[in-house]
Structure formats: C-alpha cells, structure tokens
C-alpha cells in the first residue's frame, strides 16, 4: 500500500553542538524500517521521470520498489547496474536538483529521499557483503589507460573493467579517490566508504597505481607507447583560484584545496598529525559553494571559536546544497551575505626576519553589496555599496571561489585542445578530444562540477572508448 504522507522520513543525524566538534558523519542513515516506509512513497510511475534526471540514469523506480519489498540486495544490484559509487552518489549528489526535482511526488509534497534509500541500499550490501570475489570479466584483450582517481576516472574504469578490458588508473596522491578523499570532509564522506568502493573495482580487475604524477612522472603520449590503446582523462580540477586582492600572501591564508586536502587525505586534525594546520579562533571562508561550507565546518571542528562565510550575494543565490547550508546555520557558522573581500590585513611577527610583507592574519576588510541587474549566469549582479567598508577581526582566511584544471597535462600533450579555462575540448556525446584515442570527462573538463555528473562524463566516455575499440 502507498505511503502517502507529504513529508520524506526525516534523516537522523546528530546534534548540532555535538558534531560541530567531531569529525564523525553528520548523517546517520535509515533504519530498514524508515527504507520501507520511505520506499512506499514512491508511486512507481509509468514514465519514470525521475530516472532522467539522473545523470547515469540509474533505474530508480526499479531499486526502490525492492526496498519496498526489503529485498535490499536486490536494490544494490538494479543500482549497480549504473553506478559504481552508489554509496558516494547516496551522501553527496544534489538530488534535489536530479533526480529528486524530477519527482511527480515533489509536485504537491516533498519528493522520495531518493537519495536516502540510496545511501541505505549501499550501507546495507557494505554490511551484509559476505566478501565473496565477483568473478572477473574475461579479458579481451585490450588495455586502456584512465588518469585520475575520482569519480569520473572510477567511473569510466569499472564500466570498462565490466566489458573485459584491462585497466590501469594513475593517481598522482598515495591514495585512490581524487576528490572524494581530499575535498570532501569525513564528516560528509567517511574515507573508509570510498576505500570500500575502491576495493569493488579492484575486484573487477581493475589494477590502481598510486603517486604517478601524468605530465611528470610519464606523459600521455608515453601511455601510448606502453601498450595502452586509449587514453581517459578525469585528472579534475585542483588548481585553485584566488581573488587578486591585497593580502593573500599574508600567513593565515588558505585555498579551500590546500585547507580541505591537509585535513582530509593528511589527517591534520588529529593529535600528532605530521601535516602542519593552523588551528585559528576566527575564521572567515570566503565562497558559497559546497566546498565553503565545508571548509567552514571543517575550521569549526578544528577548535575555531568563530566562523563566518562571506559571499556576495544573498541567500538565495548561495549555490551550496540547501542541506549544507542548513546543516551549517546549525552549527552557528555566522554567514555574512551580500559582503566582499577587498583587503586582508595583518602585521608582521617582530621575531620574523623575513619578507615584511608576508606577516599574518589579523582581519578581513569587507565591503557592502548590492544586487543589480542579472549577470550571464542569470543571477543578479552584485555591485559596491560606497563607503560601507567595515573589518571582520580573523586570525584566519580561507578561499573558496574555484578550481580549475591543472595545466600539467595540456601542457605535455601535443595535439590536446583546451578552452580559456583550460578545460579539455570534448564532443559532448562521447568525451572524445583533439587527440586520437583520448577521451576525457568530469571537471577537466567542465571545471569544479558535482561528483554525478563527473560519473555521468565517466560513463559516456567508456562507451565511446569500448566503440572506438571495437571499431578499430
């Protein structure tokens, strides 16, 4: 029977003033119970249009109905047949603009937790896996290289280790994962779920080499001349941008990358980390994108006293996922909207004998501002407020307004086109570049993107690589 409450079952999480000061998952998950009745909201409809809103067109009317029935292995396995990260997608896709946005439930109510009972199927077959190995596909006799270990590259490797070729994934940190290990918090996405996901393809077959920097440590064309007949790029988008301003060279000053990467791949927060971080009393995040708020958070749990995240517009255009800044507002992050950077100020430590000018951090000069008319991206463009400077006393700045791709790679490999933000060139359908045998996906491409439609890319791209293949 349906359920039709208008309400999702709400996810059980832990309080905030508790987990502002741990580093555990903010997220509990569903009981099997809650999965049930969660599943009977779902009308199953005809059309399924939920499943188009998702970009690797998981069948979501499918798995939801086995959840329905508590066949939860049967859940996992309809969900396996288009992800391979289904316990990732499950915590950290924007489902409320996927799939969820899509769902005929949402248009009088709140959607299906779609998302929730993903994350529920996966947590379960995690569980309950019995640790038989799945039989490795038979070879057929091909060898494709995919550089970048995050969720395009993952992606894009299991759906060919699927079809029997032979795989190899070069990473260039020491561990498997890209940005779901460096960029996202353990609080978010605990790092033993990526290792478990990392480990199914590896049952696959598919061979992973760690610290093989591609544009350094070989290049694309020396792939080639290994034996490998294509080549994947999901290499990401880990060059970070900063605002140009007065002050960014002061001590105290952070990329979100280089914050978020000394916490999450080093650990820095805990006791006796041999990764050195900054454990200030008041931080200003600057950004209102999901790596923002976990930048943010992640500062509160490093002991801050005072957050704040300064953006420059309101509320509305925050791009982060409404639950994140939810669950931030929780936790007593202090948003200042409609404010910006202009200076950031320090002094000089009269025991540094070094460059006078790269002191540390004393405070963030900001200024008032106010929407105007509607910029290229639709959204109203913010505009100075004369004379309303005011300062925001930090120890501590981090900024949070961007990646792009790293030039390494375009830079050692002739023939590949790039755009004037040096993303790869691609055909949309296919992933395909200006090089022969070379494909690319995720925010190489795209620039900084959600982890699904780097999966999305991943997957268009092995299809092509396996026709490409085939063909020749």
Same mark, same amino acid.
């Given at each position: 029977?349906?359920?039709?409450?208008?309400?999702?079952?709400?996810?059980?999480?832990?309080?905030?003033?508790?987990?502002?000061?741990?580093?555990?998952?903010?997220?509990?998950?569903?009981?099997?119970?809650?999965?049930?009745?969660?599943?009977?909201?779902?009308?199953?409809?005809?059309?399924?249009?939920?499943?188009?809103?998702?970009?690797?067109?998981?069948?979501?009317?499918?798995?939801?109905?086995?959840?329905?029935?508590?066949?939860?292995?049967?859940?996992?396995?309809?969900?396996?047949?288009?992800?391979?990260?289904?316990?990732?997608?499950?915590?950290?896709?924007?489902?409320?603009?996927?799939?969820?946005?899509?769902?005929?439930?949402?248009?009088?109510?709140?959607?299906?937790?779609?998302?929730?009972?993903?994350?529920?199927?996966?947590?379960?077959?995690?569980?309950?896996?019995?640790?038989?190995?799945?039989?490795?596909?038979?070879?057929?006799?091909?060898?494709?290289?995919?550089?970048?270990?995050?969720?395009?590259?993952?992606?894009?490797?299991?759906?060919?280790?699927?079809?029997?070729?032979?795989?190899?994934?070069?990473?260039?940190?020491?561990?498997?994962?890209? &940005?779901?290990?460096?960029?996202?918090? $353990?609080?978010?996405?605990? @790092?033993?779920? *990526?290792?478990?996901?990392? !480990? /199914?393809?590896?049952?696959?077959?598919?061979?992973?080499?760690?610290?093989?920097?591609?544009?350094?440590?070989?290049?694309?064309?020396?792939?080639?001349?290994?034996?490998?007949?294509?080549?994947?790029?999901?290499?990401?988008?880990?060059?970070?941008?900063?605002?140009?301003?007065?002050?960014?060279?002061?001590?105290?000053?952070?990329?979100?990358?280089?914050?978020?990467?000394?916490?999450?791949?080093?650990?820095?927060?805990?006791?006796?980390?041999?990764?050195?971080?900054?454990?200030?009393?008041?931080?200003?995040?600057?950004?209102?994108?999901?790596?923002?708020?976990?930048?943010?958070?992640?500062?509160?749990?490093?002991?801050?006293?005072?957050?704040?995240? &300064?953006?420059?517009?309101?509320?509305? $255009?925050?791009?982060?996922? @409404?639950?994140? *800044?939810?669950?931030?507002? !929780? /936790?007593?992050?202090?948003?200042?909207?409609?404010?910006?950077?202009?200076?950031?100020?320090?002094?000089?430590?009269?025991?540094?004998?070094?460059?006078?000018?790269?002191?540390?951090?004393?405070?963030?000069?900001?200024?008032?501002?106010?929407?105007?008319?509607?910029?290229?991206?639709?959204?109203?463009?913010?505009?100075?407020?004369?004379?309303?400077?005011?300062?925001?006393?930090?120890?501590?700045?981090?900024?949070?307004?961007?990646?792009?791709?790293?030039?390494?790679?375009?830079?050692?490999?002739?023939?590949?086109?790039?755009?004037?933000?040096?993303?790869?060139?691609?055909?949309?359908?296919?992933?395909?570049?200006?090089?022969?045998?070379?494909?690319?996906?995720?925010?190489?491409?795209?620039?900084?993107?959600?982890?699904?439609?780097?999966?999305?890319?991943?997957?268009?791209?092995?299809?092509?690589?396996?026709?490409?293949?085939?063909?020749?």
């Amino acid at each position: 029977m349906a359920n039709m409450s208008p309400k999702k079952n709400p996810m059980p999480s832990q309080e905030p003033a508790v987990r502002a000061r741990n580093f555990d998952e903010v997220t509990l998950g569903y009981t099997r119970e809650m999965a049930i009745d969660e599943a009977a909201r779902c009308l199953h409809c005809k059309n399924a249009p939920c499943v188009n809103g998702c970009p690797v067109n998981i069948h979501i009317p499918d798995f939801i109905e086995r959840v329905k029935e508590g066949d939860f292995e049967g859940a996992y396995g309809v969900i396996s047949l288009s992800s391979s990260l289904p316990a990732v997608c499950g915590r950290v896709c924007p489902q409320e603009t996927q799939c969820e946005s899509k769902c005929v439930r949402g248009i009088k109510a709140e959607p299906v937790g779609i998302g929730r009972l993903e994350r529920f199927v996966a947590d379960y077959h995690n569980e309950h896996a019995t640790g038989e190995v799945a039989a490795i596909p038979a070879s057929n006799g091909h060898r494709v290289a995919v550089v970048g270990s995050g969720p395009s590259g993952l992606t894009c490797a299991g759906d060919l280790a699927k079809l029997g070729y032979q795989v190899t994934v070069f990473e260039a940190l020491h561990l498997a994962g890209g &940005v779901l290990v460096y960029g996202i918090p $353990e609080f978010r996405l605990p @790092k033993k779920i *990526v290792a478990k996901e990392v !480990e /199914e393809l590896k049952r696959l077959g598919v061979k992973i080499e760690t610290d093989v920097v591609i544009g350094k440590t070989l290049t694309v064309d020396e792939l080639f001349g290994m034996g490998y007949e294509a080549v994947f790029i999901g290499s990401g988008a880990g060059l970070p941008r900063f605002m140009g301003i007065p002050g960014e060279s002061l001590k105290g000053v952070y990329s979100a990358n280089e914050f978020l990467t000394r916490n999450n791949l080093m650990k820095a927060y805990r006791d006796g980390s041999a990764t050195p971080i900054l454990h200030a009393k008041k931080v200003a995040v600057v950004g209102g994108g999901n790596v923002a708020m976990d930048a943010a958070r992640t500062a509160l749990r490093l002991g801050a006293e005072k957050v704040y995240i &300064v953006y420059r517009r309101s509320l509305e $255009e925050l791009p982060a996922r @409404k639950e994140e *800044v939810e669950h931030a507002m !929780e /936790e007593g992050i202090d948003f200042r909207l409609l404010q910006n950077p202009v200076e950031i100020l320090g002094y000089q430590n009269p025991d540094d004998k070094r460059d006078p000018k790269n002191g540390f951090v004393t405070g963030i000069k900001v200024i008032k501002m106010a929407l105007g008319e509607p910029d290229a991206s639709g959204r109203r463009r913010p505009v100075e407020v004369p004379g309303s400077e005011e300062v925001i006393d930090v120890d501590c700045v981090v900024i949070s307004i961007g990646t792009s791709p790293n030039p390494l790679i375009k830079n050692t490999t002739a023939g590949l086109e790039v755009n004037s933000h040096g993303g790869i060139i691609v055909e949309e359908a296919t992933g395909k570049t200006s090089k022969e045998g070379v494909y690319a996906g995720g925010d190489a491409v795209t620039g900084a993107a959600t982890v699904i439609l780097a999966m999305g890319a991943g997957k268009t791209a092995a299809k092509a690589i396996d026709e490409y293949l085939s063909n020749k």
